[in-house]
Nanobody, 125 residues
Framework: QVQLDESGGGLVQAGGSLRLSCTASGGTFSNYEMAWFRQAPGKDREYVAAITHTSTYYEDSVEGRFTISRDNAKNTLYLEMNSLKPEDTAVYYC????????????????????WGHGTQVTVSS
């Protein structure tokens, strides 16, 4: 059983930056495929970025602005967010799953087993 704990959210002006962290415990972090999702008020949860052992993947609207990374020695997942826009405002969740699924499903939230409680990111205009 893996527990995930996000941190690093906050209020930032448009154009600013934030770095989110997700610390894992209770499992072998390096074994898992990891991802960030977000949910804005009144909207469905949406995929942001994912990372496997060898590759990173991004949703089109964040490509070039966000960077996902992991430090397996620290059991921590990161999301560096630059050039933030008001439309990036959401609760951000990290998620983990076993690496046995198709890479074409890496952006599907229902394929992830473990979830954190989320951290709020608010971008003011």
């Amino acid at each position: 059983q893996v527990q995930l704990d996000e941190s690093g959210g906050g209020l930032v002006q448009a154009g600013g930056s934030l770095r989110l962290s997700c610390t894992a415990s209770g499992g072998t972090f390096s074994n898992y495929e990891m991802a960030w999702f977000r949910q804005a008020p009144g909207k469905d949860r949406e995929y942001v970025a994912a990372i496997t052992h060898t590759s990173t993947y991004y949703e089109d609207s964040v490509e070039g602005r966000f960077t996902i990374s992991r430090d397996n020695a620290k059991n921590t997942l990161y999301l560096e967010m630059n050039s933030l826009k008001p439309e990036d405002t959401a609760v951000y969740y990290c998620a983990a799953k076993e690496p046995y699924d198709s890479i074409f499903r890496i952006n599907l939230d229902h394929t992830y087993t473990y979830w954190g409680h989320g951290t709020q990111v608010t971008v003011s205009s």
